[in-house]
């Protein structure tokens, strides 16, 4: 008996320790730098602007000085993204592929969608 479940416990933990290796080479799909087209849903906020951004093993970093990007994309894909620029805040979800991606986004008092592009 002592002997079957110390063999449950070292399955377990060898199913833990693989789950865990596998993990970022899933989101190293998505790794590079991505384009990101903002579009608003309300005409008195700014809409068309593009903010480059780059993903390093599912973790978002932004490549622009005059904004900050943070966030992290996970192994199917979906993102879940947070950019800011001085006192502007806005937060964005969606699902990328290896190329493309698309979502959705809201700040305080604006929203829409976006489209993402790999550079």
Known sequence: MQGFRKTIIATRILFLV???V????????????WNVQI???NVACPSGSSVSIGINNGQVASNNAMVT???RVAEA????????????KAIGYGRLTSTSGSGTWHGAMCSGTWTAQRI
């Open 18 to 20: 693989a789950v865990a």
């Open 22 to 33: 596998a993990t970022p080479a899933t989101a190293a799909t998505f790794d590079g730098s």
């Open 77 to 88: 894909g979906t993102i879940s993204v947070t950019l800011s620029s001085g006192l502007k």
């Open 39 to 41: 579009a608003s849903s």
């Open 69 to 71: 990007a943070s966030g």
